[in-house]
């Protein structure tokens, strides 16, 4: 119970207690003084800030205060004959909820160095016009803190509204000690309570006690703009601006009001609640965006300190760091802190931000500060073009398409994460790269940078190929190897020896053929088996190395005697597919004379065919060959034979010195 009860206190102390935020808070010798403004609905407008701040005195603080309605645009005013803009860089609440819009928040510009003691109207220039009360900025109200060396110690708070709006309450809590013998000064700034006759007014209440119903159009303002409470506090006392009083009641458009008689002496909190006039249904449509309190105290001055303002890239982390307390709360809109109750948390925003610190001292008097971080966003490459490579060749490619956010110029810095060899470069464009995994760094002008991998794959478009010229004969058996690879500019030759019936066997020969410059035909070969037997000749064809290879393999038959391929079966029906007798004759070279018959049934010669010399007798062929056509299925009369079964007799005599006769009889089915 007591861990839970110190937790609850540092919450309070924390900015946020049960729905406001306390976005600044000081103790110092002078005054403050403050004053609204708001557009008409669907216009723009200008008009001026009327405040009060003494010639004698100096500029403390000075603050542009926006209450935005829903999701709407960057704004863009003039303000004193400055350009500023309400965007998410100066959101210093957090998100709620509004009538008008919904996600709504609290924007806050430092106009310090835009204000001086010797003006005391500062005019506002809004040339946009925004939508109907949607999603607009509507509210705008001038907060400045003045130090005079000659005026009383007091104590300023601003506060920023941190729920959706309706039935808002307000416990103020760990504030300094009160002085109620002077004056106690609370202000509203607030926005489309349109009138208090109706159903639209606000009934305030301090510590339970009623102090006034408010509604209207401010008198500085558009169609239900405001009511805000334009006033000024020095020496001790509160005082009222344009249509503002500093009495005990507020009422109407008159949002000012002396606290005093309500407060107890010293007293270090206080409830303030504003309730809709209607509550069943209940009017949420009221708007109340910030309040100010002000007042003199029994404590002294005190120095504190905080990191100076300070710019990282999102994802990056700094160290905060605040000095002058006892106790410290950290607060930012976005979050993003590592501790909120520690005097140097770290902080990693997700985006620009302003962080505040309460401090308090061990007399338990209580100041902010703030500080604000700009967060530049990281170069993000929307796409990367990838053009891959050939296998052996480095034509790959890594182009960066569009980016987004960062700052250009841009740096790019490409790493293969295999070799570990980078590349820099000011162009989007990465060429003659080999395949690989690559890093791709993008650094912005900021020096933020942006991380991707790409992989540059490969296509191997080598086509091993040859031609074997004979692929089969009698031993010695001399064979020209021709390469027709394509994409290749190295091969290998390979031959070895397969016992038949075995699919790899002993290896005999191995040939290899260097590099040939790129030129397939001159890489070829010829190798003369001597022995019989079957052999695979094979082909590695490769692009520059040899793991973008291609292979291909053939046989090579080899014998060392006469044989013959003779069909069982042909068909002569003039289709141009197995139209003829042929028979296949391996060992040709070792026959002198051949001689093949056909007959039928009754013994009838048919066909005669005789080759000499491995030419072909009557002109059929002059050439040497391995397969001869015997013949056509017709008579010696030329007329069509019948279908069947013929007989034939192959005769020859080998090419030697034994010059010996040999047959071989057999039979073959003529079928149409």
């Given at each position: 119970?007591?861990?839970?009860?110190s937790?609850g206190?540092l919450?309070?102390?924390n900015?946020?207690c049960?729905g406001q935020?306390l976005?600044?808070?000081?103790?110092y010798?002078g005054?403050?003084t403050?004053?609204?403004f708001?557009?008409?609905?669907?216009s723009?407008?200008?008009?001026?800030?009327?405040?009060n701040i003494?010639t004698?005195?100096?500029?403390?603080?000075?603050?542009?205060?926006s209450g935005?309605?829903g999701?709407?645009?960057?704004?863009t005013?003039?303000?004193a004959?400055?350009?500023?803009?309400?965007?998410?860089?100066n959101?210093?609440?957090?998100?709620?909820?509004?009538?008008?819009?919904?996600?709504?928040?609290v924007h806050?510009?430092?106009?310090s160095?835009?204000?001086?003691?010797?003006?005391?109207?500062y005019?506002?220039i809004?040339?946009t016009?925004?939508?109907?009360?949607?999603?607009?900025h509507?509210?705008?109200?001038?907060?400045?803190?003045?130090?005079?060396?000659?005026f009383?110690?007091?104590?300023?708070?601003?506060?920023l509204n941190?729920?959706?709006?309706?039935f808002v309450?307000?416990?103020?809590?760990?504030?300094?000690?009160?002085?109620n013998?002077?004056?106690?000064?609370l202000?509203?700034?607030t926005g489309y309570?349109?009138?208090?006759?109706?159903?639209?007014?606000?009934?305030?209440?301090?510590d339970?006690n009623?102090?006034?119903?408010i509604?209207?159009?401010d008198?500085n303002?558009g169609?239900c703009?405001g009511p805000?409470?334009?006033?000024y506090y020095?020496?001790?006392?509160l005082?009222?601006l344009?249509d503002?009083?500093a009495n005990f009641q507020m009422?109407?458009?008159?949002?000012?009001?002396?606290?005093?008689?309500?407060i107890?002496p010293n007293a270090?909190?206080?409830s303030?609640?504003c309730?809709?006039?209607q509550?069943?249904?209940?009017?949420?449509?009221?708007?109340?965006?910030?309040?100010?309190?002000?007042?003199?105290?029994p404590?002294?001055?005190f120095?504190t300190?905080i990191?100076?303002?300070?710019?990282?890239c999102?994802g990056?982390?700094?160290?905060l760091?605040?000095?002058?307390g006892?106790q410290?709360?950290?607060?930012?809109?976005?979050?993003g802190?590592?501790d909120t109750s520690?005097?140097n948390p770290m902080a990693?925003p997700?985006?620009t931000t302003?962080?505040?610190?309460?401090i308090?001292?061990?007399?338990?008097?209580?100041?902010t500060?703030?500080?604000k971080?700009?967060?530049?966003p990281?170069?993000?490459a929307?796409?990367?073009i990838?053009t891959?490579n050939f296998?052996g060749?480095?034509?790959?490619s890594l182009?960066v398409g569009a980016?987004?956010?960062g700052?250009?110029?841009?740096l790019?810095?490409?790493?293969?994460?295999?070799?570990?060899?980078?590349q820099n470069?000011?162009?989007?464009t990465f060429?003659?790269?080999?395949t690989?995994?690559?890093?791709?760094?993008?650094?912005?002008?900021?020096g933020?940078?942006?991380?991707d991998?790409?992989t540059?794959?490969?296509?191997n478009?080598?086509?091993?190929?040859f031609t074997?010229t004979?692929s089969s004969?009698?031993a010695?058996l001399l064979?020209?190897?021709?390469?027709?690879?394509?994409?290749a500019?190295a091969?290998q030759?390979?031959?070895?020896?397969?016992?038949?019936g075995?699919?790899?066997?002993?290896?005999d020969?191995?040939?290899?053929i260097?590099?040939?410059?790129?030129?397939a035909a001159a890489c070829?070969?010829?190798?003369?088996?001597?022995?019989?037997?079957?052999?695979?000749?094979?082909?590695?064809?490769?692009n520059n190395?040899?793991?973008?290879a291609?292979t291909?393999?053939?046989?090579?038959?080899?014998?060392?005697?006469i044989?013959?391929?003779?069909?069982?079966?042909?068909?002569?029906?003039?289709?141009?597919?197995?139209?003829?007798?042929v028979i296949?004759?391996?060992?040709?070279?070792?026959?002198?004379?051949l001689?093949v018959?056909v007959?039928?049934?009754w013994g009838?010669?048919?066909?005669s065919?005789?080759?000499?010399?491995?030419?072909?007798?009557?002109?059929?062929?002059t050439?040497p060959t391995?397969?001869y056509?015997?013949?056509d299925g017709?008579t010696?009369a030329?007329?069509?034979?019948?279908?069947?079964?013929?007989?034939?007799?192959?005769?020859?005599?080998?090419?030697?010195?034994?010059?010996?006769?040999?047959t071989?009889k057999?039979?073959?089915t003529l079928l149409?």
């Amino acid at each position: 119970m007591i861990k839970s009860l110190s937790i609850g206190v540092l919450l309070c102390l924390n900015l946020i207690c049960t729905g406001q935020i306390l976005y600044h808070s000081d103790l110092y010798r002078g005054g403050v003084t403050g004053s609204g403004f708001a557009l008409a609905f669907g216009s723009n407008g200008s008009s001026s800030f009327n405040v009060n701040i003494p010639t004698t005195s100096t500029i403390k603080k000075a603050f542009l205060i926006s209450g935005r309605n829903g999701i709407a645009p960057d704004l863009t005013i003039d303000f004193a004959g400055n350009q500023l803009i309400f965007d998410s860089t100066n959101q210093v609440g957090i998100t709620f909820q509004s009538f008008f819009g919904g996600n709504s928040s609290v924007h806050i510009i430092d106009v310090s160095t835009f204000v001086t003691p010797s003006i005391n109207q500062y005019p506002i220039i809004i040339s946009t016009i925004q939508q109907g009360s949607l999603n607009r900025h509507n509210e705008f109200y001038l907060y400045i803190l003045y130090e005079e060396s000659s005026f009383p110690i007091i104590n300023t708070y601003l506060y920023l509204n941190n729920q959706d709006f309706g039935f808002v309450n307000y416990n103020i809590s760990n504030i300094s000690p009160i002085n109620n013998v002077n004056d106690v000064g609370l202000s509203l700034l607030t926005g489309y309570i349109c009138d208090t006759n109706l159903v639209d007014g606000e009934n305030v209440f301090i510590d339970g006690n009623f102090v006034g119903l408010i509604g209207g159009n401010d008198l500085n303002s558009g169609s239900c703009g405001g009511p805000y409470g334009d006033f000024y506090y020095e020496n001790n006392q509160l005082f009222g601006l344009s249509d503002d009083t500093a009495n005990f009641q507020m009422k109407g458009t008159d949002v000012l009001l002396n606290i005093n008689s309500i407060i107890n002496p010293n007293a270090t909190n206080f409830s303030l609640n504003c309730t809709p006039k209607q509550t069943l249904p209940p009017n949420n449509s009221n708007n109340i965006w910030a309040f100010f309190l002000t007042y003199t105290t029994p404590c002294d001055t005190f120095t504190t300190t905080i990191t100076t303002n300070d710019t990282i890239c999102l994802g990056e982390s700094i160290q905060l760091n605040a000095t002058g307390g006892v106790q410290y709360s950290w607060f930012g809109a976005f979050e993003g802190l590592s501790d909120t109750s520690i005097a140097n948390p770290m902080a990693s925003p997700p985006q620009t931000t302003t962080y505040i610190v309460t401090i308090k001292n061990d007399s338990g008097c209580v100041k902010t500060e703030q500080v604000k971080i700009w967060v530049n966003p990281l170069p993000v490459a929307d796409t990367l073009i990838v053009t891959n490579n050939f296998c052996g060749d480095s034509v790959g490619s890594l182009q960066v398409g569009a980016i987004s956010n960062g700052g250009q110029p841009y740096l790019y810095s490409l790493t293969n994460l295999q070799t570990g060899n980078t590349q820099n470069s000011s162009l989007t464009t990465f060429n003659s790269l080999g395949t690989a995994n690559y890093q791709l760094t993008i650094t912005d002008i900021n020096g933020c940078t942006f991380t991707d991998t790409a992989t540059i794959t490969e296509t191997n478009i080598v086509q091993a190929n040859f031609t074997a010229t004979p692929s089969s004969g009698v031993a010695p058996l001399l064979v020209e190897f021709d390469n027709t690879s394509l994409n290749a500019n190295a091969f290998q030759w390979s031959i070895t020896s397969l016992p038949f019936g075995s699919a790899q066997g002993a290896l005999d020969t191995l040939v290899w053929i260097p590099a040939c410059a790129g030129n397939a035909a001159a890489c070829g070969l010829q190798y003369e088996f001597i022995n019989s037997g079957t052999y695979q000749a094979c082909l590695i064809a490769y692009n520059n190395i040899p793991t973008c290879a291609d292979t291909i393999c053939k046989t090579i038959i080899v014998s060392d005697e006469i044989s013959f391929v003779i069909p069982n079966v042909f068909t002569p029906n003039f289709d141009n597919e197995n139209d003829n007798f042929v028979i296949q004759l391996t060992g040709a070279s070792l026959i002198k004379t051949l001689k093949v018959e056909v007959f039928n049934r009754w013994g009838e010669t048919l066909r005669s065919v005789e080759f000499r010399e491995m030419g072909v007798v009557n002109s059929q062929n002059t050439l040497p060959t391995t397969q001869y056509t015997i013949w056509d299925g017709r008579t010696t009369a030329a007329e069509i034979a019948p279908d069947g079964t013929y007989f034939y007799v192959i005769s020859y005599i080998k090419d030697d010195a034994s010059a010996t006769l040999s047959t071989r009889k057999g039979s073959i089915t003529l079928l149409r």
